[in-house]
């Protein structure tokens, strides 16, 4: 890889100063599955720890994973058994409710919080001088993050809705009349929300003095040191996967063509069905916190930081969650609130975030305008790409386009400028695929129009291009199951046209190394995995009981999965789909070993060696002597202690990381196919049909994995044609902050989806599994945009394709 | 939401006596307090004291006074329903099929089936617009007695094309859309008794008063609402185009009623919604059909004519296509 740039780039979602590949003192060689059935499927000897487990067959011959098994807690969501943070009752429990700013950008003159601390039922007020989460002024006296609570500053407001004080009272109603009686003077200052209007010369500034933010999500921008002039911060010109390569003007000047073209999306904010939220509880031995998070552990140390305590004095309890997708990491504003009057109050308190304060205050996937130029020789080799990209997360960082440009085809010649531009809009966050998404509906775009300019079909040019096999194969299965037949660009005739569209999708393969889970075996044969790790409602509670499953010959429904809390071993965040390639070898580790334990104690009794046992079908047996057999249960009923238990940690991947400790070779590779009827006379566009191929490594459960696939097409949909962030430029506001007029897809704008799924094996790690949730979601918009202008035979180079846009590029109008 | 008190009319007379204001009044008096109001299902009451648009000091409910949920048809009499009646009594209606095809396209299409199953006609009539800036509590707009309509430079992508100088709020009811095409007629009832009226002279304009959508006085209540017998030979339809398909409100609907001679029609009337701040009367595309046989290029001259004079807003210009085609279709489709 080419020199990466000079300053220092940061991983997502792993430690900056830890030790490097880690060494063992014992190795073994395996030998693992590795390329993808009925295509290019060998084996490969790899060098590991001589306390892993032996390599696990292909999927057709495991009698648990990779088969198709239902939710093992769906019968609590169903029942309504499963608790929520939003369920969770204390007793003395009090709830808490945010005055919020009014002003997008305002000083606070004076504030009065007597009448409000005096009223009945209100047992505690306070203000908070900035908010955690966006971006943070370093030289004005604010340190983020350790300050972020203390009492004695007043905040700068800089967006509508920024939380400006909190009250915890016995009820939710008492609450908000309460902060009714707030009483705050304000100096109104000069503001920007729109993107164009905040980078121009003079614009309002958001930020006098630099600023940093901690990273939280897997986006490119917002890098530590960057330049900042005006509301404008950057450039990034390199990701983890480097910096710039090769001459980009040389190549352009050798190319035979370029296309170029100016491609801008959306502010699309986060509609999790379950809001934001804490319930936090301060005792004196003991912060407890129950909360609506994507990673367990970051709440837990963003609290022990901000208020001075050991790691061990703070448990973050998430055994159900509804939903995250990337701006559920960490305590945020209302979680630093909720400790805070808990700990003022003496009681514990209840802070969920209202749809409102949800979708102005809590993240969003920021907006972009990228400029995209390619140039190709004639044979359609790529020579050289050029990006440069604008984008604002409001008071935050991290707009970027993502990594797709620079890593998803080969080309010698790439160079990328991208920007934050700030606005004083509510910060932005990681959304499912941060960046990638954006950077998708540009290149794919390009992509297809370089090949109509070659004459190629946009399937045969990726051939050509695309050194990915996974995709290769997906291309492949892909035109068959959706059969793809293209008709010249606007050629179909009547008022409605048809028209297909195919988009690849690009996410790297990353792997959270701190992830660890225990297992124990108790006398009478009951198992428990244990681990920090929490379960969105992606499913991670039933692919690690198939794992523990497999590995002890048992039924997934035999295991007891205790996760979400940090009494546990940390696991990892639910983020950058990392979870299922991060935490289950964790855990078939884990099982592995406690099985070796018990397998120690029957050899004892039995006389035979450890490796001429094994545990199938809920038997342990001894491969030499057949009668040698007893039940699992029977046997756990002999074990010497009470319980048998094994921790494991996820180890590095099986041949190394491509950069750092966290980024595995191999990427998660996608191929969407969209077909599309637009109403040439309305302007209105309808997905009919997708067909969604699909790579996460060896696939442990279809059926959850299908699920995930259909919700990103699902989120893919919405983005494509009807999401947006309406702000109001005059005030400040967004206009549309509810789920009436914010407008997300519902059953009818569901398309037919099919998934094609493949089993792909990379021999990274003991179970070889990795993420689905944010590649499912990547290549959807940028499908149904080729599909669109195949349809009408002109392109929409903006986000959402509304009928206005529609018509507009129609010319109609 | 504030504290309010509420109290269930045990009949009209008493409704009418308990009453003070309308939704309206109570908006632009909000310093004043003291607002008593009546409540149908609630659903768009609700959302307005939620969001803190209105804050009456009493609810007076009139979902269980007696007789408001009729529903009658006779070939002599026409339609008539009372304000209780739900939406999806309407829609699940066979003779409105049969007679009003328009009304049951409306009906059927407005809101979600489980809004339908609770919301009814009277409240349906009454409900205030859905501009986010009147919906909007940080927004103190000429509709809630301010001095400024945030829509005129603002985002008004989904606000009128016509009448739009000094509130574009477009009317909520799509299906007075319809209701106004077969010349529909409200009854009020008030202290000094009743009054009936057609629903196009209910609606008014924002030149007339641009905080309220009708003109209902403080103390008047919908009774009834009834639709005139069809000459034989009456043909209907409606159509709505939303942003999405799932439920959704319009961003233009067409209504169009039809009195068919063989293949001339005598008379037209279409209606268009969500394209002014009242159910708007199309009345050039109305000539124009006026003894003619329809055909595709007749009926597309109909679209062209529904829009002239159109003043459409800075993000609102797609509207004037949308309609051109609505208006074509729907009159295609009731032929
Ligand atoms: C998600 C959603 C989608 C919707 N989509 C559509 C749509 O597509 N098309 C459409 O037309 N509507 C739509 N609606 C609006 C819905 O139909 C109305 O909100 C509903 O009909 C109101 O009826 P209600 O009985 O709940 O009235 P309420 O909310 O109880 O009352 C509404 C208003 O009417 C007054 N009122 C009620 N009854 C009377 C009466 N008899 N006399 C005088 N005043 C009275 C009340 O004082 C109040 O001001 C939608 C609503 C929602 C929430």
């Given at each position: 890889?080419?020199?990466?740039?000079?300053?220092?780039?940061?991983?997502?979602?792993?430690?900056?100063e830890?030790?490097?590949?880690?060494?063992?003192?014992?190795?073994?060689?395996?030998?693992?599955?590795?390329?993808?059935?009925?295509?290019?499927?060998?084996?490969?000897?790899?060098?590991?720890?001589?306390?892993?487990?032996?390599?696990?067959?292909?999927?057709?011959?495991?009698?648990?994973?990779?088969?198709r098994?239902?939710?093992?807690?769906?019968?609590?969501?169903?029942?309504?058994?499963?608790k929520?943070?939003?369920?969770?009752?204390?007793p003395?429990?009090?709830?808490?409710?945010?005055?919020?700013?009014?002003?997008?950008?305002?000083?606070?003159?004076?504030?009065?919080?007597?009448?409000?601390?005096?009223?009945?039922?209100?047992?505690?007020?306070?203000?908070?001088?900035?908010?955690?989460?966006?971006?943070?002024?370093?030289?004005?006296?604010?340190?983020?993050?350790?300050?972020?609570?203390?009492?004695?500053?007043?905040?700068?407001?800089?967006y509508?809705?920024?939380?400006?004080?909190?009250?915890?009272?016995i009820?939710?109603?008492?609450?908000?009349?309460?902060?009714?009686l707030?009483?705050?003077?304000?100096?109104?200052?000069?503001?920007?929300?729109?993107?164009?209007?905040?980078m121009?010369?003079?614009a309002p500034?958001?930020?006098?003095?630099?600023?940093e933010?901690?990273?939280?999500?897997?986006?490119?921008?917002g890098?530590?040191?960057?330049?900042?002039?005006?509301?404008?911060r950057?450039?990034?010109?390199?990701?983890?996967?480097?910096?710039?390569?090769?001459?980009?003007?040389?190549?352009f000047n050798?190319?035979?063509?370029?296309?170029?073209?100016?491609?801008?999306?959306?502010?699309?904010?986060?509609?999790?069905?379950?809001?934001?939220?804490?319930?936090?509880?301060?005792?004196?031995?003991?912060?407890?916190?129950?909360?609506?998070?994507?990673?367990?552990?970051?709440?837990?140390?963003?609290?022990?930081?901000?208020?001075?305590?050991?790691?061990?004095?703070?448990?973050?309890?998430?055994?159900?969650?509804?939903?995250?997708?990337?701006?559920?990491?960490?305590?945020?504003?209302?979680?630093?609130?909720?400790?805070?009057?808990?700990?003022k109050?003496?009681?514990?308190?209840?802070?969920?975030?209202?749809?409102?304060?949800?979708?102005?205050?809590?993240?969003?996937?920021?907006?972009?305008?990228?400029?995209?130029?390619?140039?190709?020789?004639?044979?359609?080799?790529?020579?050289?790409?050029d990006l440069?990209?604008?984008?604002?997360?409001?008071?935050?960082?991290?707009?970027?386009?993502?990594?797709?440009?620079?890593?998803?085809?080969?080309?010698?010649?790439?160079?990328?400028?991208?920007?934050?531009?700030?606005?004083h809009?509510?910060?932005?966050?990681?959304?499912?695929a941060?960046?990638?998404?954006q950077?998708?509906?540009?290149?794919?775009?390009?992509?297809?129009?370089?090949a109509?300019k070659?004459?190629?079909?946009?399937?045969a040019?990726?051939?050509?291009?695309?050194?990915?096999?996974?995709?290769?194969?997906?291309?492949?299965?892909g035109a068959?199951?959706?059969?793809?037949?293209?008709?010249?660009?606007?050629?179909?005739?009547?008022?409605?046209?048809?028209?297909?569209?195919?988009?690849?999708?690009?996410?790297?393969?990353?792997?959270?190394?701190?992830?660890?889970?225990?297992?124990?075996?108790?006398?009478?044969?009951?198992?428990?995995?244990m681990?920090?790790?929490?379960?969105?409602?992606?499913?991670?509670?039933?692919?690690?009981?198939?794992?523990?499953?497999?590995?002890?010959?048992?039924?997934a429904?035999?295991?007891?999965?205790?996760?979400?809390?940090?009494?546990?071993?940390?696991?990892?965040?639910?983020?950058?789909?990392?979870t299922?390639?991060?935490?289950?070898?964790?855990?078939?580790?884990?099982?592995y070993?406690?099985k070796?334990?018990?397998?120690?104690?029957?050899?004892?009794?039995?006389?035979?060696?450890?490796?001429?046992?094994?545990?199938?079908?809920?038997?342990?047996?001894?491969?030499?002597?057949?009668?040698?057999?007893?039940?699992?249960?029977?046997?756990?009923?002999?074990?010497r202690?009470n319980?048998?238990?094994?921790?494991?940690?996820?180890?590095?991947?099986?041949?190394?990381f491509?950069?750092?400790?966290?980024?595995?070779y191999?990427?998660?590779?996608?191929?969407?196919?969209?077909?599309?009827?637009?109403?040439?006379?309305?302007?209105?566009?309808?997905?009919?049909?997708?067909?969604?191929?699909?790579?996460?490594g060896?696939?442990?459960?279809?059926?959850?994995?299908?699920?995930q696939?259909?919700?990103?097409?699902?989120?893919?949909?919405?983005?494509?044609?009807?999401?947006?962030?309406?702000?109001?430029?005059?005030t400040g506001?967004?206009?549309?902050?509810?789920?009436?007029?914010?407008?997300?897809?519902?059953?009818?704008?569901i398309?037919?989806?099919?998934?094609?799924?493949?089993?792909?094996?990379?021999?990274?790690?003991?179970?070889?599994?990795?993420?689905?949730?944010?590649?499912?979601?990547?290549?959807?918009?940028a499908?149904?945009?080729?599909?669109?202008?195949?349809?009408?035979?002109?392109?929409?180079y903006?986000?959402?394709?509304?009928?206005?846009?529609?018509?507009?590029?129609?010319?109609?109008? | 939401?504030?504290r309010?008190?509420?109290?269930?009319?045990?009949?009209?007379?008493?409704?009418?006596?308990?009453?003070?204001?309308?939704?309206?009044?109570?908006?632009?008096?909000?310093?004043?307090?003291?607002?008593?109001?009546v409540?149908?299902?609630?659903?768009?009451?609700?959302?307005?004291?939620?969001?803190?648009?209105?804050?009456?000091?009493?609810?007076?409910?009139?979902?269980?006074?007696?007789?408001?949920?009729?529903?009658?048809?006779?070939?002599?009499?026409?339609?008539?329903?009372?304000?209780?009646?739900?939406?999806?009594?309407?829609?699940?209606?066979?003779?409105?099929?049969?007679?009003?095809?328009?009304?049951?396209?409306?009906?059927?299409?407005?809101?979600?089936?489980?809004?339908?199953?609770?919301?009814?006609?009277?409240?349906?009539?009454?409900?205030?617009?859905?501009?986010?800036?009147?919906?909007?509590?940080?927004?103190h707009?000429?509709?809630?007695g301010?001095?400024?309509?945030?829509?005129?430079?603002?985002?008004?992508?989904?606000?009128?094309?016509f009448?739009?100088?000094?509130?574009?709020?477009?009317h909520?009811?799509?299906?007075?859309?319809?209701?106004?095409?077969?010349?529909?007629?409200?009854?009020?009832?008030?202290?000094?008794?009743?009054?009936?009226?057609?629903?196009?002279?209910?609606?008014?304009?924002?030149?007339?008063?641009?905080?309220?959508?009708?003109?209902?006085?403080?103390?008047?209540?919908?009774t009834?609402?009834?639709?005139?017998?069809?000459?034989?030979?009456?043909?209907?339809?409606?159509?709505?185009q939303?942003q999405?398909?799932s439920?959704?409100?319009?961003?233009?609907?067409?209504?169009?009623?039809?009195?068919?001679?063989?293949?001339?029609?005598?008379?037209?009337?279409?209606?268009l919604?969500?394209?002014?701040?009242v159910?708007?009367?199309?009345?050039?595309?109305?000539?124009?059909?006026?003894?003619?046989?329809?055909?595709?290029?007749l009926?597309a001259?109909?679209?062209?004519?529904?829009?002239?004079?159109?003043?459409?807003?800075?993000?609102?210009?797609?509207?004037?296509q949308?309609?051109?085609?609505?208006?074509?279709?729907s009159?295609?489709?009731?032929?």
């Amino acid at each position: 890889m080419a020199d990466i740039n000079k300053k220092k780039i940061v991983l997502p979602l792993a430690p900056n100063e830890e030790f490097g590949s880690v060494k063992h003192l014992n190795t073994k060689k395996i030998k693992l599955p590795h390329g993808i059935p009925g295509h290019n499927l060998t084996e490969i000897e790899r060098e590991v720890s001589a306390d892993e487990p032996p390599a696990l067959a292909v999927n057709d011959q495991l009698s648990v994973v990779g088969k198709r098994t239902k939710r093992i807690d769906a019968i609590y969501k169903v029942t309504g058994a499963a608790k929520y943070t939003s369920d969770i009752q204390l007793p003395g429990m009090l709830y808490g409710k945010f005055l919020r700013s009014p002003h997008p950008h305002a000083k606070i003159k004076s504030i009065d919080v007597s009448a409000a601390e005096r009223h009945r039922g209100v047992h505690a007020v306070h203000i908070l001088s900035v908010e955690p989460g966006g971006a943070v002024q370093r030289d004005n006296g604010h340190d983020a993050p350790a300050e972020t609570y203390h009492v004695d500053k007043l905040p700068v407001l800089r967006y509508v809705g920024q939380p400006i004080a909190g009250v915890a009272a016995i009820s939710d109603k008492v609450a908000r009349e309460a902060v009714q009686l707030i009483k705050v003077e304000y100096e109104t200052l000069p503001f920007v929300v729109d993107l164009d209007e905040a980078m121009k010369k003079g614009a309002p500034l958001v930020f006098e003095e630099k600023v940093e933010q901690q990273q939280t999500g897997g986006d490119v921008g917002g890098e530590a040191g960057a330049g900042q002039q005006g509301n404008l911060r950057g450039p990034s010109i390199g990701s983890f996967y480097g910096g710039p390569r090769g001459d980009v003007d040389q190549g352009f000047n050798e190319s035979d063509i370029v296309v170029e073209g100016e491609f801008r999306t959306q502010v699309q904010t986060h509609c999790a069905l379950e809001t934001h939220g804490i319930v936090a509880d301060w005792q004196t031995n003991m912060l407890t916190i129950y909360a609506s998070t994507q990673s367990t552990k970051s709440v837990r140390n963003d609290l022990a930081e901000l208020f001075d305590l050991p790691l061990s004095k703070v448990r973050v309890i998430t055994e159900y969650m509804g939903g995250g997708f990337g701006a559920k990491f960490g305590a945020g504003h209302f979680g630093v609130m909720a400790v805070v009057l808990s700990k003022k109050s003496g009681h514990p308190v209840k802070l969920m975030l209202d749809r409102k304060e949800e979708q102005t205050t809590a993240g969003n996937r920021p907006n972009s305008q990228q400029m995209l130029k390619i140039g190709v020789k004639k044979d359609g080799t790529l020579q050289a790409i050029d990006l440069t990209s604008y984008g604002t997360a409001g008071i935050g960082l991290g707009a970027g386009v993502g990594r797709v440009a620079q890593d998803m085809y080969t080309c010698s010649n790439f160079r990328m400028a991208q920007y934050d531009v700030f606005t004083h809009a509510g910060p932005g966050a990681a959304f499912r695929a941060p960046g990638n998404v954006q950077g998708c509906f540009a290149l794919e775009q390009l992509i297809d129009e370089i090949a109509e300019k070659l004459n190629l079909d946009p399937l045969a040019y990726r051939d050509k291009i695309d050194q990915s096999e996974i995709r290769k194969v997906e291309r492949k299965k892909g035109a068959e199951k959706f059969g793809w037949k293209r008709k010249q660009p606007g050629s179909d005739s009547g008022v409605v046209k048809k028209g297909i569209g195919v988009a690849q999708g690009h996410w790297p393969r990353i792997i959270h190394v701190d992830s660890s889970a225990t297992v124990r075996i108790n006398k009478g044969g009951s198992v428990e995995i244990m681990s920090g790790v929490q379960d969105i409602g992606t499913g991670t509670k039933t692919i690690l009981a198939q794992v523990v499953a497999e590995e002890l010959g048992l039924k997934a429904e035999d295991i007891t999965v205790k996760i979400g809390d940090t009494t546990y071993p940390d696991g990892p965040g639910s983020g950058g789909s990392v979870t299922a390639g991060s935490i289950t070898p964790a855990a078939r580790n884990a099982a592995y070993q406690a099985k070796m334990q018990l397998l120690g104690q029957v050899a004892g009794g039995w006389q035979v060696e450890i490796a001429d046992l094994d545990m199938e079908k809920g038997e342990i047996f001894a491969k030499s002597d057949t009668s040698k057999r007893m039940s699992f249960v029977d046997a756990t009923k002999k074990m010497r202690t009470n319980q048998i238990m094994a921790t494991a940690s996820r180890p590095d991947d099986y041949g190394g990381f491509e950069v750092g400790n966290a980024i595995g070779y191999d990427r998660l590779g996608s191929v969407q196919f969209a077909e599309v009827s637009v109403d040439t006379e309305t302007g209105v566009i309808k997905v009919d049909r997708v067909v969604a191929a699909h790579s996460c490594g060896r696939p442990l459960n279809p059926l959850q994995i299908e699920s995930q696939i259909n919700g990103g097409v699902i989120m893919g949909v919405g983005y494509a044609l009807y999401e947006d962030r309406i702000m109001d430029k005059e005030t400040g506001y967004m206009v549309n902050a509810n789920l009436d007029q914010y407008k997300l897809p519902y059953s009818k704008e569901i398309p037919h989806i099919e998934n094609i799924i493949i089993e792909q094996y990379g021999a990274h790690s003991s179970t070889d599994a990795s993420g689905i949730g944010e590649p499912a979601n990547v290549a959807t918009a940028a499908a149904i945009a080729n599909a669109v202008y195949n349809a009408i035979g002109v392109r929409i180079y903006e986000l959402p394709m509304t009928p206005d846009k529609v018509l507009a590029a129609l010319q109609v109008i | 939401m504030n504290r309010f008190e509420y109290i269930k009319a045990p009949s009209v007379g008493e409704a009418i006596k308990m009453m003070n204001s309308t939704v309206p009044e109570a908006i632009i008096n909000a310093n004043k307090g003291g607002a008593h109001i009546v409540k149908a299902a609630g659903v768009d009451l609700l959302d307005l004291i939620k969001e803190g648009v209105v804050s009456p000091d009493r609810v007076i409910d009139l979902r269980q006074i007696p007789g408001l949920d009729k529903l009658n048809f006779d070939q002599q009499n026409g339609l008539s329903f009372g304000p209780m009646v739900t939406i999806a009594t309407l829609a699940e209606n066979k003779e409105v099929y049969k007679n009003y095809r328009a009304l049951h396209e409306a009906t059927a299409h407005a809101a979600t089936p489980q809004i339908r199953n609770m919301a009814t006609m009277g409240g349906n009539l009454m409900q205030r617009p859905r501009c986010w800036y009147f919906r909007s509590e940080g927004h103190h707009c000429l509709k809630k007695g301010g001095d400024v309509c945030f829509a005129q430079k603002g985002q008004n992508q989904l606000h009128a094309i016509f009448d739009t100088q000094i509130c574009p709020c477009v009317h909520p009811s799509s299906i007075a859309t319809a209701l106004v095409a077969f010349d529909a007629k409200v009854e009020l009832s008030g202290p000094d008794g009743k009054r009936n009226l057609l629903l196009s002279e209910f609606f008014t304009l924002p030149e007339a008063n641009v905080t309220c959508e009708n003109n209902a006085q403080s103390k008047e209540i919908i009774t009834n609402i009834t639709l005139p017998v069809l000459k034989p030979g009456t043909r209907s339809f409606y159509i709505k185009q939303g942003q999405r398909e799932s439920y959704d409100w319009s961003m233009g609907d067409v209504a169009v009623v039809l009195e068919m001679e063989g293949k001339q029609c005598k008379t037209a009337r279409i209606v268009l919604g969500a394209a002014a701040p009242v159910p708007m009367r199309a009345s050039k595309a109305e000539a124009l059909l006026k003894g003619k046989t329809i055909t595709e290029k007749l009926a597309a001259k109909a679209g062209e004519l529904a829009v002239e004079g159109a003043t459409p807003m800075e993000h609102n210009h797609y509207k004037i296509q949308l309609f051109k085609t609505l208006v074509k279709r729907s009159i295609l489709a009731a032929v």
